[in-house]
């Protein structure tokens, strides 16, 4: 019986001390970015592959116990997943944002040390097990793509009404296209890569005929986009049923 006490006494401290919460930090980035369709759209960063330009914002997410009095240092770090020796960002707040142009794959991790009352180091997070792998958030920027159709028909059957990057165009970071008529006159132009030209020019669908193209952007990768091509407009076009017919007398 005696032996049985000790040996239970004995525990005691171990069943105390596994019942002490201890405080932490749980690493988030949450990604906010305005997709192909034109819609907001966000979500858990960590293991995504998404196209620029897109805004991160990472947050340390303590959690501390009620009754622990606690200063927390922080210390974000990012890199090149491929090139670990290169700390392209350090931070040392609780929370911030970044915004990606550049392709790549990238990691971020988070250290915070809480001291305690007296100013001791009390607890480190990560705190690695033997065999086990730190806690990273990883993400990768995907390379750029962008290509334009050579015709639409504006005649709003939905197929094909605007001229618009094909369908997959990512990564695009900065964007200009303009419209110029037979004579070289400007008719239309935008700078959003979501964008597009509904075929119109004054309020009026333009004449059927050709027009030009001139398009200047840069990919989150460094390509720069100098696309130049002839776009065919064939307002009389009708998807449903194959027909041509008159445009109407729409105007340049």
């Known amino acids: 019986m005696k032996h049985f006490l000790f040996f239970s006494l004995a525990l005691l401290p171990l069943i105390v001390w596994a019942q002490v919460e201890i405080p932490t930090v749980n690493p988030l980035g949450t990604y906010y970015l305005i997709n192909n369709d034109r819609e907001e759209e966000s979500g858990d960063v960590n293991e995504q592959t998404l196209s620029a330009p897109f805004r991160v914002v990472f947050t340390a997410n303590p959690t501390i116990p009620d009754g622990y009095k606690s200063q927390v240092w922080y210390e974000w770090t990012m890199w090149k997943t491929d090139n670990p020796g290169n ?15 550049g392709s790549g794959s990238y990691t971020v991790q988070l250290r915070a040390i809480f001291y305690g009352e007296e100013g001791v180091e009390d607890y480190e997070f990560p705190q690695i097990e033997e065999g086990e792998d730190p806690k990273y958030i990883t993400f990768t ?25 094909k369908e997959g165009y990512k990564g695009i970071v900065s964007f200009q296209a303009i419209i110029f008529n037979r ?3 400007k008719i239309y132009s935008w700078n ?19 027009y030009f193209l001139n398009v200047s952007a840069v990919g989150s990768d460094g390509v720069e ?3 130049k091509k002839a776009i065919n407009v064939i307002s009389g076009y009708n998807s449903t049923d194959g027909s041509n017919g008159s445009n109407g007398g729409g105007n340049e």
């Open 192 to 210: 959003d890569v979501h964008g597009s030209w509904d075929g119109k020019h004054n309020g009026k669908v333009v004449k059927d005929g050709v």
């Open 183 to 185: 004579w070289g006159q």
């Open 87 to 101: 700390i392209l960002l350090r931070r040392n707040d609780e929370n911030f944002e970044y915004d990606f142009y």
């Open 141 to 165: 920027v995907s390379e750029s793509k962008l290509e334009f159709p050579n015709a639409i028909s504006p005649n709003g059957d939905g197929n094909n009404d605007t001229l618009k990057p």
């Open 225 to 227: 986009y100098k696309i």
